[in-house]
């Protein structure tokens, strides 16, 4: 059963649709990466789901239920793009705080606290203030914020946007650690590469409409164009073409061809066999998300939505 | 309610547990206090003696000027010559002379040469001397007996009787004129200072973008009420502080600063003196104030007030994202009702019946101010209990209305980042559907 389900959800505002008519679903355990140029959407959508906003149209179903935002957003951890934490609050206090109005008791408020603290190596930190804190440390004092009630829906935005590489991946071994314990993760970025390296699924939003879901490799499966990478232990004449592939491209023993319509991999490989001629390597070539991305969204007027009235 | 109470409880702490906190608190009003201290101590110790010659060759003040003041003095010379005096005033031995020839009458002007500068009040004081001093003179030479002339000249004394109410005395209403005022503004700084403080604490949580954070757990409207709770908890507490700090300098400071009227108190005025009876006319008056009603309504204007223009600088902190720059153009709407009310006020305890003044204690933007500054002339003299009552229901119903439209903007306007809003944007948020 998914964890949360949305369904042909709506939120205009008085010029432009902000998110018009999304329906996903997401597993349990899954992390899941929600993709958009700036000004797609996401921001209006995630506060949909972290009951910031209430949707125009639609509905929203967490763990089996309607979303009912005063009691679930118990179970929802929200960590916004634009972080925000009160400047001359000690960190301890601070945690403390924001733990207690997810509806934490003050002691075991403390316990995880300190569980997450020490985790993170930052026990020293809690008489501190949070203008003393570097901008790295401070993302990471706002992970701990959001993970610190055990939610079962974790929602980040864009959560490595000025972490130095060793803290990124100390966070994004907690993900995955939170994930394998069962927790989802919605994980909104517009950096692919970190997508394709973290999430299971995605769905990508472009002006408001969602454009594509589903499970990373099938996507790249579906945007493929049927393009080969090829190394011969030798360099053959340039143009080579066959009944089976076309070349696209040719650099000295290396090739990148385009598969003709109803051949497979196998033929390509034959074709060199039959001549004797060895192939070191061979591989599909499946597009990245990134291409994906920048081909799906590409043309569309995605930028100028970025400066929005409301 | 819960989560209502834990922002109420970091408002509170987060201001209290700060230094200024204390230093705000009690210097404020040490400080206020000493300066007056001071000024006054000043002005009664005034350290400048002014000693002034005079040759008097024509014999005219008879070898007296009474001195009013023990500032100034008359030391009467005969036959110093002027060229003597002059170099005595330019050596600055003394301040001054006067030499009345030989012949002069008590109509004529009295010249008065000085070596210094003489301020105005000394010139006031000596002015005085030398008129009474002539004056006693001229009235001497006239063919009526002292006692008749005294009698002519008492003052009738004027008394006000109110019917309804024994205690009206015409230093009753001097006094509570100035408990009025006073009341007045008091409320007048604590709706400004509170609602800024408020105003102030929503743009710094929108800024640091911490709201977004914040709402995510809980409802905006607790975290609006939170904060307007816990500063108007701050308030209170800075006001109990005020409070034992007054009585506990009325109780140690009088005392040491005036022994004589600490003394006059305790021994029930014995009219030695108009200053004396004065003083204990004053305590009597302050003693027969009603208090538990004016600190009742104090409270409740100070409540309902501060609720309504909390909630109206909430609106206005959650609405601007550039800090205070942003913000003047929207507050003056906000103040301006603050500043009528001060005005209306002022009018108010001159005549606590007129129009204004019932208009201005009924209306609910300045009801908080006018109706402190009519309450302390006595009810139902000053106000009828009617009109106290409907002031008090239009109040907190008032307060109902602008804490829900301001909720209203607050949940728009606490996640809205660029450009400024306009008013009418701020209604349509206020009136839209979420």
Same mark, same amino acid.
């Given at each position: 059963?998914?964890?949360?389900?949305?369904?042909?959800?709506?939120?205009?505002?008085?010029?432009?649709?902000? &998110?018009?008519?999304?329906?996903?679903? *997401?597993?349990?355990?899954?992390? =899941?990466?929600? /993709?958009? +140029?700036?000004? $797609?959407?996401?921001?209006?959508?995630?506060?949909?789901?972290?009951?910031?906003?209430?949707?125009?149209?639609?509905?929203?179903?967490?763990?089996?239920?309607?979303?009912?935002?005063?009691?679930?957003?118990?179970?929802?951890?929200?960590?916004?793009?634009?972080?925000?934490?009160?400047?001359?609050?000690?960190?301890?206090?601070?945690?403390?705080?924001?733990?207690?109005?997810?509806?934490?008791?003050?002691?075991?408020?403390?316990?995880?606290?300190?569980?997450?603290?020490?985790?993170?190596?930052?026990?020293?930190?809690?008489?501190?203030?949070?203008?003393?804190?570097?901008?790295?440390?401070?993302?990471?004092?706002?992970?701990?914020?959001? &993970?610190?009630?055990?939610?079962?829906? *974790?929602?980040?935005?864009?959560? =490595?946007?000025? /972490?130095? +590489?060793?803290? $990124?991946?100390?966070?994004?071994?907690?993900?995955?650690?939170?994930?394998?314990?069962?927790?989802?993760?919605?994980?909104?970025?517009?950096?692919?590469?970190?997508?394709?390296?973290?999430?299971?699924?995605?769905?990508?939003?472009?002006?408001?409409?969602?454009?594509?879901?589903?499970?990373?490799?099938?996507?790249?499966?579906?945007?493929?164009?049927?393009?080969?990478?090829?190394?011969?232990?030798?360099?053959?004449?340039?143009?080579?073409?066959?009944?089976?592939?076309?070349?696209?491209?040719?650099?000295?023993?290396?090739?990148?061809?385009?598969?003709?319509?109803?051949?497979?991999?196998?033929?390509?490989?034959?074709?060199?066999?039959?001549?004797?001629?060895?192939?070191?390597?061979?591989?599909?070539?499946?597009?990245?998300?990134?291409?994906?991305?920048?081909?799906?969204?590409?043309?569309?007027?995605?930028?100028?939505?970025?400066?929005?009235?409301? | 309610?819960?989560?209502?109470?834990?922002?109420?409880?970091?408002?509170?702490?987060?201001?209290?547990?700060?230094?200024?906190?204390?230093?705000?608190?009690?210097?404020?009003?040490?400080?206020?206090?000493?300066?007056?201290?001071?000024?006054?101590?000043?002005?009664?110790?005034?350290?400048?003696?002014?000693?002034?010659?005079?040759?008097?060759?024509?014999?005219?003040?008879?070898?007296?000027?009474?001195?009013?003041?023990?500032?100034?003095?008359?030391?009467?010379?005969?036959?110093?010559?002027?060229?003597?005096?002059?170099?005595?005033?330019?050596?600055?031995?003394?301040?001054?002379?006067?030499?009345?020839?030989?012949?002069?009458?008590?109509?004529?002007?009295?010249?008065?040469?000085?070596?210094?500068?003489?301020?105005?009040?000394?010139?006031?004081?000596?002015?005085?001397?030398?008129?009474?001093?002539?004056?006693?003179?001229?009235?001497?030479?006239?063919?009526?007996?002292?006692?008749?002339?005294?009698?002519?000249?008492?003052?009738?004394?004027?008394?006000?009787?109110?019917?309804?109410?024994?205690?009206?005395?015409?230093?009753?209403?001097?006094?509570?004129?100035?408990?009025?005022?006073?009341?007045?503004?008091?409320?007048?700084?604590?709706?400004?200072?509170?609602?800024?403080?408020?105003?102030?604490?929503?743009?710094?949580?929108?800024?640091?973008?911490?709201?977004?954070?914040?709402?995510?757990?809980?409802?905006?409207?607790?975290?609006?009420?939170?904060?307007?709770?816990?500063?108007?908890?701050?308030?209170?507490?800075?006001?109990?502080?005020?409070?034992?700090?007054?009585?506990?300098?009325?109780?140690?400071?009088?005392?040491?600063?005036?022994?004589?009227?600490?003394?006059?108190?305790?021994?029930?005025?014995?009219?030695?003196?108009?200053?004396?009876?004065?003083?204990?006319?004053?305590?009597?008056?302050?003693?027969?104030?009603?208090?538990?009603?004016?600190?009742?309504?104090?409270?409740?204007?100070?409540?309902?007030?501060?609720?309504?223009?909390?909630?109206?600088?909430?609106?206005?902190?959650?609405?601007?994202?550039?800090?205070?720059?942003?913000?003047?153009?929207?507050?003056?709407?906000?103040?301006?009702?603050?500043?009528?009310?001060?005005?209306?006020?002022?009018?108010?305890?001159?005549?606590?019946?007129?129009?204004?003044?019932?208009?201005?204690?009924?209306?609910?933007?300045?009801?908080?101010?006018?109706?402190?500054?009519?309450?302390?002339?006595?009810?139902?003299?000053?106000?009828?209990?009617?009109?106290?009552?409907?002031?008090?229901?239009?109040?907190?119903?008032?307060?109902?209305?602008?804490?829900?439209?301001?909720?209203?903007?607050?949940?728009?306007?606490?996640?809205?980042?660029?450009?400024?809003?306009?008013?009418?944007?701020?209604?349509?948020?206020?009136?839209?559907?979420?």
């Amino acid at each position: 059963m998914a964890i949360l389900e949305l369904s042909h959800l709506k939120k205009y505002y008085a010029t432009q649709k902000a &998110v018009d008519d999304v329906s996903f679903s *997401i597993e349990p355990g899954q992390i =899941f990466g929600l /993709l958009g +140029p700036n000004g $797609a959407g996401k921001t209006t959508l995630l506060r949909m789901i972290t009951g910031i906003f209430y949707p125009d149209e639609g509905t929203i179903t967490f763990d089996g239920k309607k979303f009912d935002p005063e009691n679930d957003i118990q179970r929802i951890g929200y960590m916004p793009e634009e972080r925000g934490l009160y400047k001359k609050m000690k960190i301890g206090d601070q945690a403390m705080f924001l733990a207690r109005l997810k509806g934490l008791s003050q002691p075991e408020a403390m316990a995880k606290i300190k569980y997450w603290f020490e985790r993170l190596e930052m026990q020293s930190w809690w008489d501190k203030k949070v203008e003393d804190l570097s901008k790295g440390m401070s993302q990471k004092l706002q992970f701990v914020i959001t &993970v610190l009630h055990e939610p079962k829906l *974790i929602i980040l935005d864009e959560p =490595f946007s000025g /972490l130095d +590489p060793v803290n $990124a991946n100390l966070i994004k071994d907690q993900i995955f650690e939170l994930a394998q314990k069962g927790s989802t993760i919605i994980f909104s970025t517009h950096r692919m590469e970190q997508v394709e390296e973290i999430c299971d699924q995605i769905a990508l939003i472009n002006l408001g409409k969602k454009v594509l879901d589903g499970k990373v490799e099938d996507i790249r499966q579906q945007y493929k164009e049927h393009l080969y990478e090829i190394k011969l232990d030798r360099e053959i004449a340039a143009g080579a073409t066959s009944s089976v592939f076309e070349t696209v491209n040719q650099a000295g023993n290396k090739m990148i061809v385009r598969i003709n319509e109803g051949r497979t991999g196998n033929d390509i490989l034959r074709y060199f066999l039959d001549q004797n001629i060895e192939v070191q390597h061979f591989g599909e070539i499946l597009p990245s998300l990134n291409e994906i991305f920048i081909r799906l969204v590409h043309g569309t007027n995605a930028v100028t939505r970025s400066f929005h009235n409301i | 309610m819960n989560k209502i109470f834990l922002v109420l409880k970091r408002e509170f702490l987060s201001r209290v547990q700060k230094k200024t906190f204390l230093l705000v608190t009690i210097g404020l009003p040490v400080l206020i206090f000493g300066i007056y201290a001071a000024i006054f101590y000043f002005s009664v110790n005034s350290s400048s003696k002014t000693k002034i010659m005079v040759v008097d060759d024509a014999g005219l003040f008879k070898d007296t000027i009474a001195a009013s003041s023990k500032d100034v003095t008359y030391v009467f010379t005969n036959g110093v010559a002027s060229s003597e005096l002059e170099q005595k005033a330019k050596s600055k031995e003394i301040d001054g002379y006067i030499v009345v020839p030989k012949g002069a009458s008590l109509d004529d002007k009295i010249n008065l040469v000085t070596g210094t500068k003489i301020g105005i009040m000394t010139r006031g004081t000596i002015t005085d001397a030398i008129q009474a001093r002539l004056e006693k003179l001229k009235m001497d030479a006239l063919p009526v007996s002292q006692d008749l002339l005294k009698k002519a000249k008492a003052e009738n004394k004027v008394d006000f009787v109110n019917i309804n109410d024994k205690n009206d005395s015409g230093m009753r209403a001097g006094v509570s004129y100035g408990v009025g005022v006073f009341c007045g503004i008091l409320i007048y700084m604590v709706l400004l200072l509170y609602g800024t403080s408020v105003m102030r604490g929503v743009m710094e949580e929108k800024v640091s973008r911490i709201a977004e954070i914040v709402v995510s757990s809980i409802k905006p409207f607790q975290l609006m009420m939170g904060k307007i709770l816990g500063i108007g908890a701050v308030g209170l507490l800075q006001f109990v502080i005020w409070i034992v700090l007054g009585v506990g300098l009325r109780l140690i400071l009088i005392p040491i600063l005036f022994p004589e009227a600490s003394h006059m108190v305790a021994t029930g005025a014995m009219g030695a003196g108009g200053s004396a009876a004065d003083m204990a006319g004053v305590m009597q008056a302050l003693s027969s104030i009603n208090y538990p009603l004016i600190i009742t309504m104090f409270f409740v204007y100070f409540l309902g007030g501060y609720f309504i223009y909390a909630s109206l600088f909430a609106a206005i902190g959650c609405s601007v994202s550039d800090g205070q720059q942003d913000a003047q153009g929207l507050t003056l709407p906000v103040t301006l009702p603050i500043i009528i009310g001060f005005v209306i006020m002022m009018q108010a305890v001159n005549d606590p019946t007129s129009g204004l003044a019932v208009f201005g204690s009924l209306f609910p933007l300045t009801s908080p101010i006018v109706m402190m500054a009519r309450v302390t002339q006595g009810v139902p003299d000053a106000v009828s209990w009617w009109e106290l009552a409907l002031s008090i229901v239009l109040l907190f119903g008032s307060f109902i209305i602008t804490t829900w439209f301001a909720g209203k903007i607050y949940r728009t306007g606490i996640l809205m980042y660029g450009k400024k809003p306009t008013w009418k944007e701020l209604f349509k948020w206020a009136f839209r559907k979420n």
